[in-house]
Each structure stands twice: as structure tokens, then as C-alpha cells.
């Protein structure tokens, strides 16, 4: 029966490919600092995938808010994976359509595999001669400033008529397709929203004041945390870290004996994702995972933290979120079905080689995830960024808090304040605000940065009733040398405003409109603004290897976030209540408007081709503004609040 079905399909597709034009489905969006190389030989094998097109998507927000808006009578009814899973999977008519195409484009039916979850056609063996002819297009080996190569085209076509029935085609033109491994450490990472101060050695004891050094004690004082957990056995918290990066238990330790005696000794829950280790060897980078580990460890004790640890290297500039969730959702990858583990990870090594096995579903999804790292949303493709965010909303709907670092560039696209071109591309002298990813996503929570006034010590943090509003300012830090870092924010160019934050944000553009029209001019009022909430990202004290440092950036505002929520669940589980799940429809909700420390000086950092260096940024207002989004939040008030929802 399926071999009829399929020649049948073999002939209509035979007969509508002659009527039928290709169109392009997806373009690589060109970034400067790679330099092209040459053509990608045509024997080389080429792992294919396509992705078919979900069913339901348009319908995905109008789920996610059923379930965490707080006026929704679905309120904190969150899906199960397997109701995720099995709304949005593909038809089958976009499977038949899709595999009588392949066939009918010379590919033996024996080399065509469904996935386990039926969202991909897996081609086995493909060669780079064959995918050329299929797709309309060519394989490059790029090389990026780093000297690392990576696989790509510019962009590739289907016929029309198969075109809607698929979402994406692997490997095409994502920029993140290694080619070999090479041994040599990246040499720039965009990732890690990290900065190191160049004074490394702090004397103990430490300076007194919270804007001096910041520790788990001044977290506490700033936010108000007294809470102690009572439900750890139901309750989880993840954080991501992907490799080189990893930790010190040395570090912890030493970290713990001066600031959480309690926890010396003890390690996060650890989880390996593609292969990833927990040993620090040589070439790995154990400061951010430090720092972030130090911090959510002390403030959730002695609820445990999980690590996900991604095993692939990140290569050259580029980032992967794909690959933590394909192992926290099954239904997001293709999983058993006689995977090919040499083949099987979304983004694939060309040729083979880095990683031994593809975490696909192996981890359930830990209640709160937070994620320190950040990209940039021109250099995904459309259909890469849509794809993974409504990924991101399946995570929302099935109860999961995702966080994410709003990045530390405020509203340009890097440190020395590079933003776009009207025609897309990234240069020192282009004026228009460039997002960063997945801040630009709105079924995230993104995470941006405040830094702690000169001259407030210790003693006014801790009497600082009805003043919190004065004690935090928008973090942006001269690092000299035309660097400089502040809290990210801006506006999407692809997703547009959700109906959650319009009355927020549409009142701060137009506080904009009277006090500085002319910036209105260098974003998409209309986009997805961020970022949705804030806390401090300035001078963490952290242990690197056995010195104590100074650590900044919104790497370390992430976990924070994440740790306070992570106690919010806490609360409501303990109450017998849902966890928080998705929080933008709550914290943007009139009713919270008092469970956060409203941030309203300082400035993030803008383009410098408009107004040069520092300048050009967003200004912190009262209310949402987009450098610091609600606000710091207030834990022992946003407990209050989220015991009263149902
Ligand atoms: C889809 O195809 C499968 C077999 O491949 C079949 O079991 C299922 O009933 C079909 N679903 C619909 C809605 O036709
Ligand atoms: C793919 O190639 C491998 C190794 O060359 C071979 O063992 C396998 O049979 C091939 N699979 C198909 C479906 O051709
Ligand atoms: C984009 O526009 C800038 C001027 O704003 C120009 O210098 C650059 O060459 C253009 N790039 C492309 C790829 O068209
Ligand atoms: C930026 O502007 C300067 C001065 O106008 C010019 O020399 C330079 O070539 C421009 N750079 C780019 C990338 O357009
Ligand atoms: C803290 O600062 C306040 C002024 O903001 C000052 O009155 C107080 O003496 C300071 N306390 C300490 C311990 O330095
Ligand atoms: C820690 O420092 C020692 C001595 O400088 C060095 O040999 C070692 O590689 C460092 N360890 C890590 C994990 O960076
Ligand atoms: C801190 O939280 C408690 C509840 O735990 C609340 O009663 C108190 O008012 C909050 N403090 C401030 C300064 O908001």
C-alpha cells in the first residue's frame, strides 16, 4: 500500500514540478566578518533533513497565554509534552508531499526516514552533489575571522508547491556548521554575557559596599529574598552551560566557605547534553560557570541545581541554543526511530567527528531554565528564529520558565556599538538598533542588567524600605578602548509586540515621543520589545581558579532572575499550586506593578554611527522602559502575589 501511495505521489509530483516555479526559501543573512572560502566538494556527505512544517503554530500564543495569563480562567493548566507533541506534529500530507518530492527527485524510498515524532524526513547519505541539485544551490566552506571553517549556502530553493509544507532544511544556510574539529579554543565568543575586571585579586575581607562588590548577601538585601525553600523535592532549576565552558569544584567550595558555609561540598546535579563533561581540561573556561553556579546555588539552598552541560564546542562566533532543547523535548527533535547517531544532531559536524551520541528528549525540562548566553537576531535565519521560539512557547505551555540574558550591548549589536544597515548589514556607521536572540522572541523571559549607585553600602540596602527605586540604575560600564558594556534592550524586527507587554511598553514610547522622538526612528516600535525584567549585572564577586574577582554582566542578571523564580515555584508548589510557568503575561499584569523596584535612571548604550560612542541608548523611565524592563524584582512581594493567583 505504501509503495502505491508513493508512486502515485511520484507522478502528480513529476507533473506538477514542470508547472510549478521554485521559490527561495530561506537566505543566509551575510555577516562581515566571515570571509569567504571556496565550494564544499561533491562528495562530501551531507546529513539532510527536512523539517516539515507544524500544524497549529497559529494558534501556539493563544495557547500559551490560555495557560499563563492570570485573568485566564486556564491559568497554570499547563499541557503535557505528550498534548505538545501531538497538536503541533505535521500532517500527513505534508510527509506524503515531502517524500513523493525526494523520490521523484532520484532518491531511493530505502534512503527516507520519518522521524520518531514525524516532524522531519531524515535523508540518509546525501551528497553535496545531490543537495545542490535538489535545492538549487551551492555549499561553501566559509572561513570566519577566527581561522575556523564552517559549511554553508547563501540560500536555497524548493517548487512552490512543496514549499509550504516545509519549514527548514538542514544543513543549509545556518551559520553554525562546523567543518572538522579543530582544537584550538574559539577565539571570540559572543556568548558568554561575561566581563572580567583587569584587577583580579580582592582583598578579604571584601570592600563593604554592594556597589562596590556585589554578593550573595547584597542579592538578598536588593531583592528582598528571605524565602527559604520547602518543597525541593518537587521542585528544579536548570541552568545551561555549554563547553568550553564548566566549573571548579575547588571554586565553589572556597566561594561557599566565605559566603553559604552550608553548601561546601556540594556540586549541581549534573547533566550531560552531546556528549558534554563536567572535568575542566585544558582548553575549557571555568569563570562563567563559577560565578553562575556560586549564585543560584547560595541564593535557592538548599534547593539542588541542575547543569546542562552542552558538549559540543561553540563554534567560532556562533551559538546553538537547538541542541539543549532538543534534549529537553523529544518532539523538538527526531528521536529513536533508528536514529543515526552519527548523523542525528541538528547541527552536524561536516565531516563527522566532534561528539559521540545526540541528546534527543533525555532530560525532563527542569521547571526554571536560565541561560546566560546571547546572539543576535539578524544573523538567524527568519525561519531558524521562528522556529525556535515557538519551541520556547511549547517549553511555556508545558509550565517551563525560560530565561535568557538580554545580552550586554544595550541596544546596538556588540560592545563597540556596531548596529544595521537599511539593507540588513552590520557596520560601525549603521543607525538602526540591532536586537539581540532569543531576547527578540517573545515567549521568553529576557533578563537584562542594573547596577548598584556609587556609595550605597550595606547599611542603607539594609534599611532600604520604600527606597528600593534609588538604590539601582541602568548597568553601563566603560571598558575603555571604544568597548563599553550596558544592559540589552531594544525591539524586534521580525516578531512582533505581544498583546502582554502593548500597555507597558506603548506608554513608555510615548514618553518617548515628547522627550526623544528622534530615537523612535532607529527601532520598530512595533516589534517585541525587551528587556521584560532586570537585575544587577555589575561586579559579582566569584572565584576563578582560587582568586577571588570581580565578574559583570547580565550572565550573572540571568541566574538571579532564575533563582528568585525558582523560589516563587517553590512557594506555590509547596501550596499545592502549578509552577509559574511562562511569567511575561504576570509580571507585565497592573497587579505586580508593585513586586518590582522600579528602575528609573541611567541609560544602555546605542549605535556608534548615531551619536557616537555610549550615546543613543534607552533611557530607564518610570514604568517598563527598554533598559530595564519592569524593574528588579521584589522576591518577598512577588510571593505575595503569586500565592494569590489560582
Ligand atoms: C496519518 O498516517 C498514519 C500512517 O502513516 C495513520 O496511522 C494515521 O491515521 C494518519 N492520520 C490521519 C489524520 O490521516
Ligand atoms: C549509507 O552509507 C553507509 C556507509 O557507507 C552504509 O552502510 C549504509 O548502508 C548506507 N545507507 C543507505 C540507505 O544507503
Ligand atoms: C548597505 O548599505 C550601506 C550604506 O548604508 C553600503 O555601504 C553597503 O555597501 C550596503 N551593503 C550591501 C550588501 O548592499
Ligand atoms: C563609515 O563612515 C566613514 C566616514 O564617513 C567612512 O570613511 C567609512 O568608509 C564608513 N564605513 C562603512 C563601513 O561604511
Ligand atoms: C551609608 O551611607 C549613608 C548615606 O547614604 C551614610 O549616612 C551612612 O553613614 C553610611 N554607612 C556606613 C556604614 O558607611
Ligand atoms: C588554574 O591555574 C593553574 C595555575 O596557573 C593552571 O595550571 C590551571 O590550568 C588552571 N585551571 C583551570 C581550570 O583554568
Ligand atoms: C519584603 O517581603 C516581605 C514579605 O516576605 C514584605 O512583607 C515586605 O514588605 C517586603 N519588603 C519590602 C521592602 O518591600
Not at 554592594?210 to 518537587?234: F, W
Not at 558538549?311 to 567560532?316: D, H, P
Not at 549589536?413 to 538598533?433: E, I, K, P, Q, W
Request: proline letters at 7%; one cysteine or more.
Amino acid at each position: 500500500m505504501h509503495t502505491a501511495h508513493l508512486f502515485l505521489a511520484l507522478i502528480l509530483t513529476k507533473t506538477a514540478c514542470g508547472l510549478s516555479p521554485t521559490v527561495v526559501h530561506e537566505k543566509r543573512v551575510a555577516h562581515p566578518s566571515l570571509l569567504h572560502s571556496r565550494r564544499l566538494e561533491g562528495h562530501v556527505a551531507v546529513p539532510l533533513k527536512v523539517g516539515l512544517k507544524q500544524q497549529n503554530t497559529d494558534h501556539l500564543a493563544t495557547h500559551l497565554l490560555s495557560v499563563s495569563d492570570p485573568q485566564s480562567p486556564y491559568f497554570g493548566q499547563h499541557w503535557s509534552a505528550e498534548k505538545v507533541a501531538q497538536v503541533f506534529a505535521p500532517g500527513n500530507e505534508s510527509r506524503d508531499a515531502v517524500t513523493a518530492w525526494l523520490i521523484g527527485a532520484g532518491f531511493d524510498e530505502e534512503r527516507l526516514r520519518i522521524s520518531h515524532n514525524k516532524a522531519w524526513v531524515h535523508v540518509e547519505n546525501a551528497t553535496v552533489d545531490e543537495v545542490e541539485a535538489l535545492l538549487a544551490t551551492e555549499y561553501h566552506v566559509y572561513q570566519h575571522e577566527s581561522g575556523e571553517e564552517h559549511a554553508a549556502c547563501d540560500s536555497y530553493s524548493l517548487p512552490a508547491h512543496i514549499a509550504h509544507h516545509i519549514e527548514i532544511i538542514t544543513p543549509t544556510v545556518q551559520p553554525n556548521i562546523k567543518l572538522g574539529s579543530s582544537s584550538t579554543r574559539p577565539a571570540k565568543r559572543s556568548g558568554p554575557q561575561r566581563k572580567r575586571t583587569a584587577a583580579p585579586v580582592l582583598p578579604l575581607p571584601l570592600p563593604a559596599g554592594c556597589d562596590q562588590a556585589i554578593t550573595p548577601a547584597c542579592i538578598r538585601s536588593l531583592y528582598n529574598v528571605t524565602y527559604v525553600p520547602k518543597a525541593t523535592d518537587r521542585n528544579s532549576f536548570g541552568i545551561v552551560s555549554q563547553a568550553p565552558a564548566t566549573y571548579l569544584q575547588s571554586d565553589l567550595d572556597t566561594f561557599f566557605a566565605n559566603f553559604s558555609p552550608s553548601l561546601v561540598g556540594k556540586s549541581p546535579l549534573f547533566v550531560s547534553i552531546d556528549g558534554g563533561i563536567v572535568d575542566a581540561v585544558e582548553g575549557t573556561d571555568i569563570g562563567e560557570g563559577d560565578w553562575i553556579l556560586e549564585y543560584a546555588m547560595a541564593l535557592v539552598e538548599p534547593q539542588p541545581v541542575t547543569m546542562l552541560q552542552v558538549g559540543t564546542l561553540i563554534t567560532g562566533n556562533f551559538l546553538s541554543f537547538n541542541e539543549w532543547l532538543d534534549a529537553v523535548d523529544g518532539s523538538y527533535c527526531t528521536s529513536d526511530g533508528g536514529d543515526d547517531l552519527t548523523y542525528d544532531p541538528q547541527f552536524p559536524n561536516l565531516p563527522i567527528g566532534d561528539f559521540q551520541e545526540h541528546s534527543c528528549g533525555t532530560v525532563k525540562p527542569p521547571l526554571v531554565i536560565s541561560n546566560s548566553r546571547a546572539d543576535f537576531e539578524y544573523r538567524l535565519s527568519p525561519f531558524y528564529t521562528q522556529r525556535q521560539c515557538n519551541e520556547f512557547a511549547k517549553l511555556g505551555l508545558m509550565g517551563v520558565t525560560v530565561l535568557f540574558s538580554a545580552g550586554n550591548a544595550g541596544a546596538a549589536g556588540t560592545t563597540r556599538g556596531y548596529c544595521l544597515d537599511d539593507n540588513g548589514s552590520v557596520n560601525l556607521n549603521a543607525t538602526h538598533f540591532n536586537p539581540g536572540w532569543p531576547a527578540a522572541c517573545p515567549w521568553i523571559t529576557s533578563v537584562g542588567g542594573t547596577q548598584v549607585k556609587a556609595n550605597v553600602n550595606a547599611s542603607d540596602l539594609a534599611s532600604a524600605t520604600g527606597v528600593a527605586q534609588a538604590r539601582e540604575e541602568v548597568w553601563n560600564q566603560d571598558l575603555t578602548h571604544g568597548f563599553f558594556e550596558s544592559s540589552g534592550g531594544g525591539f524586534s524586527n521580525r516578531f512582533p509586540m505581544p498583546q502582554y507587554q502593548k500597555a507597558a511598553v506603548g506608554s513608555f514610547l510615548e514618553k518617548l515621543k515628547r522627550t526623544n522622538p528622534e530615537q523612535l526612528k532607529h527601532f520598530n516600535p512595533r516589534g517585541r520589545a525587551y528587556p521584560d525584567i532586570s537585575a544587577n549585572a555589575n561586579n559579582f564577586v566569584n572565584v576563578e581558579n582560587g582568586t577571588f574577582e570581580l565578574d559583570s554582566g547580565t550572565s550573572g542578571a540571568t541566574p538571579t532572575v532564575a533563582s528568585l523564580i525558582t523560589l516563587v515555584n517553590d512557594a506555590r508548589l509547596a501550596a499545592g499550586k502549578s509552577p509559574v510557568g511562562f511569567i511575561n503575561p504576570t509580571i507585565y499584569s497592573p497587579d505586580f506593578a508593585g513586586a518590582f523596584n522600579d528602575i528609573v535612571s541611567g541609560t544602555s548604550q546605542g549605535c556608534k554611527g548615531w551619536q557616537g560612542d555610549r550615546g543613543g541608548g534607552f533611557q530607564a523611565v518610570p514604568g517598563w522602559d527598554a533598559a530595564s524592563g519592569v524593574g528588579t524584582p521584589n522576591l518577598g512581594v512577588l510571593i505575595e502575589k503569586w500565592l494569590a493567583l489560582p
